[in-house]
């Protein structure tokens, strides 16, 4: 409006210029205009950043000029743009231009707050050295800001981005193993300003891979080698070997094949002593010196031994015969020593040597010289030991024995055993009888009796092909055999159970009884037979032992039985007597059963074969029986016991006041019984409610009111709830899975009426604003209306009480032949009442027949004429003229003859009862204008 104003100003002085303009050729004076300042504003960034140069434009309408100040803090500077490079962290920072127009002398100041920040700067990564495949690294980004820095991170492999992260830490790994090196980039951007700054940290992956060992594989005894181990590994591995024991550091190492042992002196000569092995392994270890992750393998080396010992001739060493070893491979011992199981052998008598020391002879052999023979051959500086011989001399058979019983039963399996003294193993043959057969052992059963039995086995020995005999002489008997006790399959304590026992013998059985429990005897018998009585209650089972021993031979066979004594007894239900809708409850049954007992529980129909049942009740009842059913798994025997739950529902549905609910008025229904309800649902009728603009719920849902109330709202309302679990803690099952409850219902009848109010007469209908009966008759009528609770009825007639019944058998009282019957129907809840009225009418007449109208008739001139009569409920008229019937109350006559005369008459007629009267008149006939003539 300013602005406006002062061109609208403008624009007349201008004018008035012009105008004056010749004045001022003649006058010499103008005049000027001066306004301003105005619209002042400082333009440019409202944040900005330490370190940074910054310009602010100053700008304002002024005429014909103005001047700027700028100031910021004690700092004063002149022209509208200042120029402005923080070189400190300040909270915020003001500047103020001020605008002066020198000619109005006026000022204005405005005013411009700058947020300051500071950085990024200093940004860098901080971490370990290097990565490591499958293994995780956090690296944090750190820089300076003010007032803060976010950070985002990118992980770059082979130069694309293959992960992202936000915030000042990262956890990186390797993805596969054949990740070379990886390269994190952070950026740091200032919070308020978003400038930024990024840095990069190239890692190495530490890895190690493909280890392998470069040298000969054969080796030969007394020389040297060298071996590599090569491994891929970034940055660098640590080598470490192992041979024959020893451990050796480096990639590299050379070592002579030597035998490991302590030197021993035997006649001042110094020898290695140790088992030539035809495989010796030699193990490279790589470890990365970041990961410390470590890599092995190995090379078999197959070690060759120039010398060896071996039989002059290829015949087998036996005892009792010559043989003779010899040290072959040797090109020039210097000296040969002959060793057995390691130890030095000296020359004897039965032990040759050669003059060279080539050659061990014996003779005889012996089998004492079984053993392990080496030759250690001194050629140079280092003593080789040469492969081994092992030596078995073949001897036997002698010894020879037969192990077993002396005495056998009939049908009884034995088993006999052969031995000897032999190398290498003898061969046995069994002969018994016609019957022979191989094998070191004979398993033998004696079907028929006999009154001995002979036994051979002869050993020979396959490789010097002599034999031995060996004899045994078996005495045979007969039983005790199939020992069987019979008698029940259990007993049952306190009662009595017989048990036999049997057995075939030859010639007979004695038979003696054993009654245990546990580890006791209870008690003993002799006989075939026995009766046991179990005492009652304390012991669970017991062990009958029959031993049947042959009254000859003194043999004894046994069989036992094991049985239990079943019971049954104490049969009872643990859990809570007392149970609410929607809760869990453990029920347990438990009986005192011996053995063991099998469970049956009954619940709502369902039955469930376990001892143990968990209920959530779900249904509101009064009394619901548990039932348990225990049978015992020997005896079969059963017993039951009911335990009867009375279930309650904790939530109930009912009205918030005692006012019965009436149609037309607000009612208000309350779900009571929750302290902490999760969640309520109103069902009406089992049917979810909504809300509308006639119903509405409160903020927790408790409560559902109505305005109004309408008939239609009658039903049974509940509330399904959902507890609040957060208080149960320590159940996290309950709370996880919670059971919504059905409140017990509430049937809301709503009272309503007398809505419209007939009186009805029967099978004919309404009777309408009149009835029409007879003279003493009856007629049944009731009276009709819609109401709840049902309303009382009262009948009027001719304004006096009738009868409260609804239906009334109605007689007529003459006089009055027309009167009111009413019925008055009134709700005693609702306090309301409404009325049905009729008018009776009571058939009469016709009587006091009436024609009105002239007296005489004149020729020419119409006459009219009314017929009525007393008639109840009405009357029908019908006329009679000229000898012609015209029905109807009125009638019009002219008459166009000379007459002197004329009769008329009218019947009237009841419409309900038919009844009739009539009336005539004569009527005298003039003419006025008759001359007589």
Request: aromatic fraction near 8%; hydrophobic fraction near 35%.
């Amino acid at each position: 409006m300013v602005h406006h104003s002062a061109c609208v100003l403008l624009l007349l002085l201008t004018c008035l210029a012009g105008f004056s303009a010749s004045e001022t050729e003649h006058s010499g004076t103008m005049v000027d205009i001066s306004y301003g300042p105005s619209a002042v504003e400082i333009s440019g960034f409202s944040i900005v950043t330490v370190g940074i140069p910054y310009s602010f434009q100053c700008t304002a309408n002024c005429y014909p000029g103005c001047k700027f100040t700028w100031t910021r803090g004690n700092v004063t500077s002149q022209g509208p743009e200042l120029t402005l490079q923080l070189l400190h962290i300040e909270p915020t920072k003001t500047l103020t231009c001020t605008v002066v127009n020198p000619t109005t002398g006026k000022s204005v100041s405005v005013h411009k707050t700058l947020q300051v920040t500071a950085g990024p700067s200093n940004i860098r990564i901080s971490g370990p050295p290097m990565l490591t495949y499958g293994f995780e690294s956090n690296f944090t980004c750190s820089a300076s800001c003010y007032p803060s820095c976010s950070y985002s991170w990118a992980v770059i492999l082979d130069g694309q981005k293959y992960q992202t992260a936000q915030g000042n830490t990262i956890s990186v790994t390797p993805p596969y193993n054949t990740v070379i090196s990886e390269t994190l980039l952070c950026q740091a951007e200032d919070t308020v300003s978003h400038l930024f700054i990024s840095t990069t940290l190239k890692l190495w992956v530490a890895s190690l891979s493909d280890i392998s060992i470069d040298g000969d594989h054969t080796v030969t005894m007394g020389k040297q080698y060298k071996f590599i181990c090569f491994a891929t590994c970034i940055p660098s591995c640590t080598f470490t070997w192992k041979y024959m024991g020893k451990t050796f550091l480096g990639d590299q190492i050379q070592m002579p094949i030597l035998h490991q042992g302590k030197p021993k002196f035997y006649s001042q000569l110094e020898i290695n002593l140790s088992d030539y092995s035809k495989i010796e392994p030699l193990t490279c270890e790589a470890t990365n010196s970041i990961s410390h992750a470590t890599l092995t393998t190995t090379m078999n080396l197959t070690v060759i031994d120039p010398i060896s010992v071996r039989p002059t001739s290829q015949a087998q060493p036996v005892a009792g015969e010559s043989f003779s070893l010899q040290c072959a491979g040797s090109q020039n011992p210097a000296s040969i020593t002959w060793l057995k199981n390691k130890h030095p052998v000296l020359a004897s008598e039965r032990v040759r040597f050669s003059p060279d020391n080539t050659t061990m002879s014996f003779s005889p052999l012996l089998q004492t010289d079984d053993g392990l023979y080496q030759c250690v051959v001194a050629e140079g500086e280092l003593p080789i030991q040469s492969v081994s011989y092992k030596m078995q001399v073949k001897y036997g058979p002698s010894s020879v024995v037969i192990s077993g019983v002396d005495i056998v039963t009939v049908g009884k399996l034995y088993v006999f055993q052969c031995s000897a003294s032999c190398y290498p193993t003898c061969k046995f043959t069994w002969t018994c009888g016609n019957v022979t057969s191989r094998g070191p052992e004979l398993s033998l059963q004696v079907e028929e009796l006999h009154p001995t039995q002979n036994l051979t086995c002869t050993a020979v020995n396959p490789a010097t092909s002599m034999s031995v005999t060996a004899q045994k002489t078996l005495q045979v008997t007969a039983g005790p055999s199939n020992v069987q006790i019979s008698g029940p399959a259990f007993m049952t304590a306190g009662v009595a159970s017989n048990f036999t026992c049997s057995a075939d013998c030859y010639p007979s059985c004695s038979y003696t009884w054993t009654v245990g429990s546990g580890e006791e005897i209870l008690s003993t018998a002799q006989g075939n037979t026995i009766s046991v009585t179990p005492p009652p209650g304390t012991v669970t089972s017991e062990t009958l032992v029959c031993k049947a021993e042959d009254t000859v031979t003194l043999l004894s066979s046994s069989s036992r039985l094991h049985l239990w004594v079943a019971s049954l007894s104490n049969v009872t239900i643990t859990g809570d007597s007392t149970v609410s809708i929607g809760k869990q409850y453990t029920f347990i049954c438990s009986a005192t059963c011996i053995p063991s007992c099998t469970f049956t529980l009954t619940y709502m129909g369902k039955t469930y074969e376990r001892s143990e049942l968990q209920i959530i009740a779900s249904d509101f009842s009064i009394t619901e029986p548990l039932t348990c059913v225990v049978t015992n798994t020997v005896s079969n025997a059963t017993l039951t016991t009911t335990k009867n739950l009375t279930v309650i529902d904790p939530f109930s549905v009912r009205p918030t006041s005692q006012a019965l609910p009436v149609a037309g008025e607000s009612f208000s229904l309350q779900c009571a019984g929750s302290q902490k309800p999760a969640s309520i649902t109103w069902l009406k009728n089992k049917h979810p409610m909504l809300a509308s603009e006639r119903v509405w719920f409160s903020p927790d849902n408790t409560t559902m009111s109505f305005s109004p109330l309408l008939r239609a709202d009658g039903g049974l309302y509940q509330c399904l709830v959902l507890e609040d679990g957060n208080h149960d803690h320590n159940n996290k099952s309950r709370q996880e899975s919670r059971t919504p409850i059905l409140s017990v219902g509430y049937l809301m009848h709503v009272n309503y009426g007398p809505d419209e109010v007939q009186i009805v007469q029967r099978s004919k209908g309404p009777v309408g604003e009149e009835m029409v009966v007879l003279t003493g008759s009856t007629t049944e009528l009731q009276c009709l209306t819609d109401c709840f609770p049902v309303c009382s009825i009262t009948w009027f007639y001719h304004d006096k009480f009738l009868s409260t019944n609804s239906s009334i058998l109605f007689t007529p009282v003459t006089p009055p032949y027309k009167a009111a019957l009413t019925c008055v129907a009134f709700n005693p809840v609702t306090k309301e009442n409404r009325t049905a009225e009729t008018v009776v009418v009571v058939p009469e007449g016709p009587k006091n027949v009436v024609i009105s109208g002239p007296d005489s008739l004149e020729i020419g001139v119409p006459a009219s004429f009314t017929c009525s009569a007393e008639c109840t409920p009405s009357c029908s008229f019908t006329w009679t003229v000229y000898g012609k019937n015209v029905t109807g109350s009125a009638i019009d006559i002219s008459v166009n003859r000379h007459v002197s005369k004329e009769s008329i008459s009218c019947r009237a007629e009841n419409t309900f009862t038919g009844k009739t009267a009539m009336i005539s008149e004569t009527l005298g006939v003039s003419d006025p204008h008759w001359c007589g003539c």
